[in-house]
C-alpha cells in the first residue's frame, strides 16, 4: 500500500479500529474460557461478550496488540511502515516520527510485530532444492563479558553465528560465465548456539521438507543431514568459489549484514533474531504487504 493510499484508508484511530475489528470478525473471536465461537458485540465498550458464557474479549486481546496501551494507529502505522519500506527504520526514528514521548513502547511494539513476522514465515517448510551455509553476524558484547580480551576498537563484539537456508533453483538452459544461474525462492535465517552437527540437523529439521535436496559445503557440521533430507549434496569448495556454489546464501547475508548494520548499528545477540525476521519476512513477500495485525 502507498503512503497516499494509507492516509486515505486510515486517517484517524476510529478508522484504525474499525479495520482492525473487521479482521478479527473475518478470523473469528473465540472464548477463551469456553471456547465458545459466537459473540455478541458491545459497541459501547468496544467489547465482544460470549454467547455461552458472558466472557468479555476486548478488541486486542490475543493478538499482537494484547495489552499494549498505544493507539491502534500507532499500530498501523508501524505494520505499515514495516511492509512497505524496502530497508527499516529504527524504534528511535519512528518514536521522533509520531512525536511519542517513550521510547520503550514504541521500541515493544516493532519487536513484538517482528516475532510476529517470525511466526508467520515458521509455517512456512522450505523445499525443492535448498542452498545453506552459516554465516557469522557482528553483535554487541553482553555487558557482563565486557571485560574479556575481546575488547578492542570501538565497542566490544562478538559474533554471533546464523544458519541460512535460501530455496534455490537451477534456471533451465541458461548458461552465464560464473556457470547456471540460479533463481531464489523464500529463505531463512535462524541463530544457532553452535556448529555442531546435532544442532544443525535439529535446526533443519524444522525448517525444511523431507523432500528437499540440500546443497552445502563438506563442513563436518552438516554430516547429520541425510537423516533429516532424502538428498544431501556436501561439496568441497574452494573459498573463492563459495559465491558461485552457494550464490543466494551469500547474497542474502551480505545484505541482511549491510541492512541491520546501516539502520540499528550495535546489535544485542538476544536481539538479532528479531531483525533477521523482518528481513526474512520482506525478502519472502519482495515488499507486497500483508496483514500482520492478527497475529500474536
Ligand atoms: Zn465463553
Known amino acids: 500500500m502507498k503512503l497516499f493510499d494509507f492516509v486515505s484508508e486510515y486517517p484517524d484511530e476510529e478508522s484504525c479500529k474499525l479495520k482492525f475489528k473487521a479482521i478479527r470478525d473475518k478470523e473469528g473471536v473465540v472464548c477463551r474460557k469456553c471456547g465458545g465461537k459466537a459473540h455478541y458485540w458491545k459497541k459501547d465498550k468496544w467489547q465482544y461478550e460470549c454467547k455461552v458464557c458472558g466472557t468479555r474479549t476486548t478488541l486486542r486481546s490475543g493478538t499482537v496488540m494484547h495489552g499494549s496501551q498505544l493507539p491502534f494507529r500507532y499500530w498501523f502505522i508501524a505494520i505499515h511502515l514495516l511492509t ?21 513502547p514504541i521500541w515493544g511494539m516493532l519487536h513484538k510485530l517482528r516475532l510476529a513476522m517470525g511466526k508467520r514465515d515458521e509455517k512456512y517448510m522450505l523445499s525443492a532444492e535448498i542452498e545453506l551455509d552459516d554465516g ?15 575488547k578492542r576498537g570501538r565497542g566490544s563484539q562478538k559474533k554471533t553465528k546464523v544458519l541460512v537456508m535460501t530455496e ?5 538452459g541458461k548458461t552465464t560465465k560464473k556457470g547456471k544461474p540460479r533463481k531464489v525462492g523464500y529463505i531463512k535465517m535462524q541463530i544457532i548456539e553452535n556448529l555442531k552437527a546435532e544442532t544443525i540437523t535439529q535446526e533443519v529439521k524444522k525448517s525444511v521438507s523431507k523432500e528437499a535436496e540440500l546443497i552445502t559445503d563438506a563442513s563436518t ?52 533474531q528479531s531483525y533477521l525476521n523482518e528481513f526474512c519476512y520482506k525478502f519472502n513477500r519482495r515488499y ?9
Do not use: C, M
Open 221 to 272: 557440521s552438516y554430516v547429520g543431514l541425510p537423516k533429516v533430507v532424502k538428498h544431501h549434496k556436501a561439496i568441497v569448495i574452494p573459498k573463492e568459489k563459495v559465491g558461485v556454489v552457494l550464490p543466494w546464501v551469500h547474497i542474502a547475508i551480505s545484505n541482511a549484514k549491510r541492512l541491520i548494520l546501516d539502520i540499528y548499528h550495535n546489535v544485542k545477540p538476544k536481539f538479532l
Open 136 to 150: 557469522f553476524f557482528s553483535t554487541e558484547r553482553p555487558f557482563e563479558d565486557k571485560n574479556s580480551k575481546l
Open 168 to 172: 534455490s533453483k537451477e534456471v533451465k
Open 84 to 104: 512497505s519500506t524496502k530497508k527499516s527504520f529504527s524504534a528511535l526514528e519512528l518514536q521522533r516520527q509520531l512525536g511519542h514521548k517513550y521510547y520503550e
Open 288 to 296: 507486497f504487504g500483508e496483514q500482520l495485525v492478527t497475529s500474536q
